[in-house]
């Protein structure tokens, strides 16, 4: 997938949120990889300030870079609204050192830059893929990555005010989703906070007209709620902000419990510094249509495929699906999937009762479901083919697989002729060897398969 910027120049103008000061912004148009770059136009010789998680100077009920004592505050709806419409590229004048609040959520930025128009470039869009789950909490905030094949955030509030209490929303995070459900999300308050926040030197241009302020037993402002989950929705605004600050997209599944912007710019930190420990990997994003086809990358290249993808690429399914995931893939030569194998496996019941282990025979087809996936998606039409097994050599058995094992399948291509294959699989739990075995498996065309009669 390409680089995106916008076609035209287009400007915002209003209040700052925290500040009180008028400020106008005016996105252009940038030049592939310099990702969001924010220019103080009212400065003496214009310093700019990239929007990366180095710059971070504050995030004090809002997200502020800085650099060389020239600060931008509240930046983080304008990057939902980047991120959200899927522009990579985009220089940002400011006269003024506070993004302006406009309705409090992210709509007006999403408007203009539609308004702007939208290119694609020439170059690559990079994207950054967790391939190890990460676990990160702080002060009754917890987070949970998990690796996906898109980005997913899944975000649990909890307030004491009844009138927003606990709220839980869960949403591919997708343009039309964006546009949807999370743009017109209005930040938020609570009259028992609002004197404190002034003492504090903050909300100084806050009004009905850019928060949504929350009483006891009702809502301040004279228009209703844009939807009953707007509170939550806003957090997910905050987060995809905050998460703009690694410079690039991601794929994951963020779980998210009452985190914050503070908790927000760390947990990008940690993201960051778990990709550099080999918790995952950055590459160039396969375009891929309506992002359910998987396209093999170049040779080297690693890959995941999620749940959605397998079962778009496998004709199996409850019981017998049996890869969970895919973390690597090189193709015509490796594949690398994942088996949670859990308690609530039907085959439990019977193997054996008192005493539950995997079955073997499952085990090879767990391996062989994940050579199925390297032969399909080393294939140009991988949707007119089915894979067939023809024989397996070589099986051994070597431990027991037990509820609550991760069985992770190693699958190694031998041989790729024609329409023929043979594979080497190796099942491991926690780095020992569990089972292998050889497999030969044959491509066959959907058409030309047999008809069944009753």
Known sequence: MKQRTIIRPVSCAGIGLHTGESAKITFKPAEENTG???ERVDIENHPQIQAIVDNVDSVMRGTTIGKDGVKIHT????LAALSGTGIDNVLIEMEGNEVPACDGSSNVFVKALEEAGIQEQSAERKVAILTKPLSYEEDGVHFLVLPNDRLKISFHIEYQNPMVGCQFESLDITNESFRKFIAEARTFTFLDEVEE???CGLIKGGSLENAVVFGNDKILNPSPLRSNKEPVRHKILDLLGDI???????KAHIISFKSGHPSNVNLVRKIREHIENDGGHVRNQVSTGREKAITAPPPGRQMVMGINHIMDKMPHRYPFLMVDRIVEFEAEKRVVGIKNVSMNEPFFQ???PGHPIMPGVLIVEAMGQTG??????SLPDPEHKVVYFMSLD????????FPGDQLRMKVEMIKFRHNICKMKGCGFVDDELVAEAEMTAMIVDREKLPEQYD
């Open 197 to 199: 926040l002034k003492k």
């Open 75 to 78: 930046v983080e709806h304008l």
């Open 350 to 352: 019977g193997h054996f």
């Open 372 to 377: 199925g996936l390297l032969v399909m998606n």
């Open 36 to 38: 969001v770059v924010f």
């Open 394 to 401: 070589k099986i051994k058995f070597r431990k027991p697989v």
């Open 244 to 250: 703009h600050l690694l410079g690039m997209p991601m």
